[in-house]
């Protein structure tokens, strides 16, 4: 097999919207990490970004027509032989076509074509997106398998400012990138119809103005079972606490800071969650009081002792009272010694589904592409999950999630 027969092959499908310059950078980081990209844009794509850019970026020819190099069938050939397609940005009206199977152009035909994963990102405006009719079509594509991204929140085209951007070339890469490691898995997302939520990050308590009490979290587990639960096909709720990190496309992403606005905005999202996910790391203890001017210093006087109050247990609250038949909770453990002896006691106060367990330190998981863990189920099982990527873990994780979910 050649290096070129050995290349995933995606085919990036671009539709008329102002975002259409967004998917040159996603074309350039799919071929710089060894993908063969074939750009098939549509004719009012080429308003926004000409032929001569997509060919120098992908190395291949540009057409939107069916009737240029008919000898080789173009507009079966290129869906047959792809590994992945992903159309961004994805307008209203090419939702619309590929919900209703019509074919009048290249990129409509191909998308007809396919047998690989498909995965759709919309860009347009809130009141299109929000719009019954568009509603209905993404709602048919996913019946069918297709994997649609929910659009990002922010700046639209003019002055206006909503749900309808396209989300960030590199997270829509990662989204890809993600679906292409699942294989041929991709083209039945085994979480497609299930609205899972997940918290991520470390929370802060406040101490004054300028001062809180926190920890070393990053967030980087829960943007990764975020990611890996969108790539699954999952609507994905992410309650984000003091994380740096981009929005994972394909979530939808809710702020917090201290571990009562987390509890707040976790009873919230859970209310119809098919599974939740505590991946935060949540402070047991705030200051039980707040300093409303900065604290300062008095000479050489020793600082007065700082009184904590607990926190609410928001995983033991969650297990308790679920807010719906069948609903999955799965918590985070981070232990520093007797790891597994503190987690099953810890699973066992919890009540919850499942629990992974990790050992954390100053150089251990925080802060780190990598993790490894042993998840502990109410069942009595154990999934010991090696060392390796976040996102191996996050997928173990939706594994035995999904499996419960199935035996609903």
């Known amino acids: 097999m050649t290096n070129q027969q050995a290349r995933p092959k995606v085919v990036l499908g671009v539709s008329g919207g102002i975002a259409a310059y967004k998917a040159c950078e996603l074309a350039r980081r799919l071929t710089e990490s060894g993908h ?64 209703h199977g019509l074919a009048d152009d290249l990129l409509t035909n191909t998308l007809l074509t396919a047998r690989c994963p498909v995965v759709f990102a919309p860009a347009m405006h809130t009141e299109m997106w929000e719009h019954p009719a568009t509603r209905e079509n993404v709602a048919t594509l996913r019946r069918r398998g297709a994997l649609v991204i929910e659009p990002a929140v922010g700046r639209l085209t003019g002055v206006d400012t909503g749900k309808g951007r396209l989300p960030g070339p590199d997270e829509i890469f990662e989204f890809c990138r993600r679906v292409l490691a699942r294989g041929p898995e991709g083209v039945r997302p085994d979480l497609t119809g299930r609205h899972v939520v997940i918290s991520a990050g470390g929370t802060r308590e406040p101490l004054d103005p300028v001062r809180f009490l926190g920890n070393r979290s990053t967030g980087k587990q829960g943007y990764a079972l975020a990611r890996t639960a969108a790539a699954r096909g999952a609507r994905v709720t992410l309650v984000s606490s003091n994380s740096a990190l981009p929005d994972p496309a394909g979530a939808d992403v809710v702020r917090a800071d201290s571990a009562r ?18 991946a935060a790391a949540v402070a047991d203890f705030r200051p039980a009081t707040y300093a409303p001017g900065k604290i300062k210093k008095k000479g050489q006087e020793a600082p007065a002792p700082l009184e904590l109050v607990r926190n609410p247990d928001i995983l033991a609250e969650l297990a308790a009272r679920r807010a719906r038949p069948g609903q999955i909770v799965v918590g985070f453990a981070a232990e520093t010694d007797d790891v597994l002896a503190h987690g099953r006691a810890k699973l066992a106060a919890k009540g919850c589904d499942l629990l992974v367990v990790n050992e954390v330190g100053a150089s251990k998981t925080f802060g780190s592409e990598e993790n490894e863990a042993v998840v502990l189920g109410a069942d009595g099982s154990e999934t010991a999950v090696p060392h390796g990527p976040k996102e191996g873990l996050a997928d173990r994780v939706w594994d035995l999630v999904a499996a419960r979910l199935a035996g609903e």
Request: overall charge negative.
């Open 36 to 99: 063969d990209v074939r750009a098939v844009p549509t004719e009012s794509a080429l308003h926004f970004v000409g032929a001569a850019t997509w060919s120098a970026l992908t190395g291949h020819p540009v057409s939107t027509e069916v009737w240029e190099s008919v000898h080789e069938v173009p507009h079966v050939r290129i869906g047959q032989g792809a590994d992945l397609v992903v159309v961004a940005p994805a307008t209203a009206d090419l939702l619309a076509k590929a919900a």
């Open 261 to 278: 606005e987390l509890r707040e905005a976790m009873v919230a999202a859970a209310a119809d969650a098919d599974a939740v996910v505590m």
